[in-house]
């Protein structure tokens, strides 16, 4: 979920059925946008969109700013850091 990091909304659909990582980090993260593949449908993926474009803009600042002040846990710090680009040796 790194975009919530950045306090962008995300519609998060996990297509593992019964849900697996990307319900994981959702739930983590107490992030409503979430649908598994079982429960994916035109009409669900259209409230959530529209949640997204409004309400959910809230929301994800809000998460941005628990993450900024750890109060949720982030594993993205790591991530970020192993993709970093690192200095050649020289």
């Known amino acids: 979920m790194i975009a919530l990091r950045v ?11 019964g ?3 990307v ?9 409503p946008a979430l649908l598994s593949a079982e429960q ?3 009409r669900r ?13 809230v929301a994800a600042r809000q998460v ?3 993450f900024r002040d750890d109060r949720v846990p982030d594993g ?11 200095p050649a040796a020289g």
């Open 7 to 17: 306090g962008t909304p995300v519609l998060a659909v996990d297509p593992v059925a």
């Open 19 to 21: 849900g697996a990582k």
């Open 23 to 31: 319900t994981a980090q959702a739930r983590a993260c107490g992030w």
């Open 40 to 42: 994916l449908d035109e």
């Open 45 to 57: 993926l259209e409230r959530w969109w529209d949640w997204c474009l409004t309400s959910g803009r």
């Open 64 to 66: 941005r700013d628990a």
């Open 76 to 86: 993205a710090d790591r991530l970020m850091e192993v993709l970093a680009p690192r």
